[in-house]
């Protein structure tokens, strides 16, 4: 079982849809979660961290669930310009002479159309 | 303020020959990565620095894979000598100091394309 899992997708998204997926981890005691977005042939950026309560940025909220051990990601009123992959990061904690793991999944595609 | 840059873009070389990928992160940035990107994959850690000391190489293959941050700020990664499935993007990531317990921000380089015939 890999460490970090992602649907791959694509999820097909009508514009001004809402769209939500999840990102499974295996290991109990990861620390730090985020969302990258990704887009063709680009280097990943930051979405967003994920916290413990939960987390909106205007049309994307961020959950995170440690019982069932996985973070979501939810877009509301899809655009056009939301089509991209979706990368989750889940790093390990640390001790005090090492960091922990850091992961990345390996993503989600969303594809808004028309 | 500057992004994070990475040299060069794009790569060709054959099989066996070596290469060397140059990073040089956002200033002030303590933590610097470097990931494998394959067709379809997420980024793969290969090595993680902390000023100028590795703090995770456990993903690198050290038979083939070498890389340094001389005085804590660019950073080199060479493979040698190089195998077809190491075509890939050669992702450069800086981050403020990670801390114990948590992970910081990353930002990244364009990435440079590398194709091993």
Known sequence: RKEVEQDPGPFNVPEGATVAFNCTYSNSASQSFFWYRQDCRKEPKLLMSVYSSGNEDGRFTAQLNRASQYISLLIRDS????????????????TTDSWGKLQFGAGTQVVVTP | EAGVAQSPRYKIIEKR???????????GHAT????QQILGQGPKLLI?????GVVDDSQLPKDRFSAERLKGVDSTLKIQPAKLEDSAVYLCASSLERVSGGAREQYFGPGTRLTVT
């Open chain 1, 79 to 94: 655009k056009l310009s939301d089509s991209a992959t979706y990368l989750c990061v889940v790093a390990g904690r640390g």
């Open chain 2, 17 to 27: 020959q070596s290469v060397a990928f140059w990073c040089n992160p956002i200033s």
């Open chain 2, 32 to 35: 610097l990565y470097w990931y």
């Open chain 2, 48 to 52: 993680q620095f902390q000023n100028n």
